[in-house]
């Protein structure tokens, strides 16, 4: 794949949502081109029909990318959801990211919907809280220790990354922009060096990065 070649992907996003920075992450760490364009919702923009024709749930992120065909209605081929995102971008402009074996898909599965279910009314819940000047509710703080006991517990032995093996994957990706913040809600001080260290090692990728912390 020729990176060069490519025209700019088109990025929806809210900075500072981690749902928007896994995908603006994985562009960037496969050095794809893209725009990001900011969507306003404290304002409401994603209640509009020009977005909501985009996405009729009224979510960010979506992604457009115009090196595709042509999507349903003839325009630009438009994507919703961070984590199909990621497994589109993966499968199409980087199948090294996928994972090839069975096993390795259902385990992977597994952790997009850890990123879906105590991630997201968990640690980025405490988190949001967090960064807006509120206390974070006490489920969102019990579901984020719950999981970030998961995930050190998984990485406690010498595993580098979340699916294994030498090279990071799309479960990293996915995982890695809340819980990153996970110490803006009192959640990352009494973990140990495995987590971390995980989060060191995403850090440290080419094409790496961070997630902006302020609204």
């Known amino acids: 794949m020729n990176a060069q070649a490519l025209k700019p992907f088109i990025l929806h996003r809210m900075a500072v949502s981690g749902h928007c920075h896994r995908v603006q992450l994985m562009l960037s760490l496969l050095g794809l081109p893209y725009e990001a364009v900011d969507v306003d919702l404290p304002g409401g923009a994603q ?3 020009e977005f909501l024709a985009l996405n009729p749930l ?3 992120p979506v992604l457009q990318d ?3 065909e042509a999507g349903e209605d003839g325009g630009l081929l438009t994507l919703v959801d961070s984590n199909a995102i990621l497994v589109y971008l993966a499968q199409r402009y980087a199948p090294a990211w996928w994972p090839a074996s ?5 385990r992977l599965q597994r952790w997009f919907s850890l990123a879906a279910g105590l991630l997201d009314f968990g640690v980025a819940a405490a988190r949001f809280a ?3 000047g509120r206390e974070p509710s006490p489920e969102s703080l019990a579901r984020g220790a719950r999981l970030l006991d998961f995930m050190q517990a998984e990485l406690g032995d010498g595993r580098r990354w979340l ?4 090279a990071p994957g799309l479960a990293d ?6 819980c990153s913040q996970a110490h803006l809600a009192g959640l990352l001080q009494t973990r140990q060096a495995p987590l971390r260290d995980w989060l060191a090692r995403v ?3 080419p094409g790496f990065i961070p997630l902006p912390d302020r609204l």
């Open 47 to 49: 209640r509009r029909p």
């Open 163 to 166: 699916l294994g093996g030498e």
């Open 173 to 178: 990706v996915a995982l890695y922009s809340y």
């Open 102 to 106: 069975p096993l390795a898909q259902a």
């Open 130 to 132: 967090a960064i807006t």
């Open 58 to 60: 009224g979510q960010v």
């Open 66 to 68: 115009p090196n595709a």
């Open 203 to 205: 850090e440290a990728l």
